[in-house]
């Protein structure tokens, strides 16, 4: 109950506060999902957040993302990856291989999405906050030691399975998904293909940062950019060749699962 309380009180005096630029929630979430080549992955996301404002990154990216603005950080990425190839162990170079971010405006009722390819190109939108609309039901399953209530909304193509705590009162979730009268603490998609499990929580005093480089993403529609990137994901080859201006030869080519699709498919419709 403590624990459950000083959260609460956390969260209403933030709420109340002029500055808003901390956040006073930090929620590590493992991303299940698939490559387009079939491939199972397991990603960690983060969510930090208030109650007018959030940011939902990779921080492995985040931290590459780092390194990579400043001259310093560039020669320490640069000595990191002259010592893993020096000692053969080219797995333990952090990457960058998760684009996107979303940060959330409650106070502006808006959400920026950015996303990307590493080396094909980095797209940002912005959109209105809007809630899914949700229809709660009656189960009820813990989740990290919270009783969650589950709801059900169809979003953008896909219909999703949300466990919310009410416990913990802040209208917010993984990804784009919030609007319920509790945090999302799991979310899966019908499909299978995209699931969100929270798998750390806790108070925090750290600051919502901008999103570094956000002036080198190609602002586009929502639509556009999910267009780009199928298209990405369909010819991967071809689609690097035409960005780099020279064609690329990959021995036995690369098999792409087409059933597999992005958070959002309702870009299939034609317009």
């Known amino acids: 109950m403590k624990r459950i309380l000083g959260l609460f009180m956390a969260l209403s005096v933030a709420a109340g506060m002029a500055a808003q630029e901390k956040s006073d929630i930090e929620v590590s979430y493992d991303y299940h999902h698939f490559h387009r080549t079939g491939r199972e992955q397991n ?31 560039k020669e320490i990425y640069k000595q990191m990856q002259l010592s893993a190839f020096t000692s053969g ?7 960058k291989s998760v684009f996107l971010v979303v940060v959330k405006d409650a106070e502006n009722k808006e959400q920026t999405v950015y996303d990307g ?34 709801a059900t909304c169809d979003y953008r193509g896909r219909h999703w399975t949300a466990w919310f705590a009410p416990e913990i009162p802040l ?32 108070q925090s005093g750290r600051t919502i940062d901008p999103v570094i480089g956000s002036e080198n993403y190609e602002k586009v529609s929502r639509i556009d950019m999910l267009k780009t990137l199928r298209k ?23 098999e792409i699962d087409k059933k597999l699709d992005f958070l959002e498919t309702d870009y299939k419709k034609k317009r």
Do not use: R
């Not at 899966?188 to 969100?196: L, N, P, R, T």
């Open 117 to 150: 390819v590493l080396g094909f190109g980095a797209y940002t939108y912005t959109e209105p906050l809007e809630a899914q609309q949700w229809q709660i039901g009656d189960s009820t399953k813990t989740v990290m030691g919270y009783e969650c209530v589950m």
């Open 171 to 202: 209208s917010n979730g993984p990804w784009k998904l919030g609007g319920l009268p509790g945090l999302i603490l799991e979310a899966a998609e019908s499909e299978g293909q995209h699931s969100f499990t929270a798998d750390g929580i806790s």
């Open 232 to 254: 990405f994901e369909e010819d991967p080859i071809g689609s690097l060749s035409t960005a780099w201006g020279k064609s690329i030869k990959v021995v036995g080519g690369v």
């Open 89 to 95: 162990k080219m797995g333990s170079i952090p990457k």
């Open 43 to 73: 990603h960690q996301m983060i969510l930090l957040a208030n109650a007018k404002e959030s940011k939902f990154y990779n921080p492995v990216s985040h931290y590459v993302d780092s390194l990579e603005s400043t001259p310093e950080g």
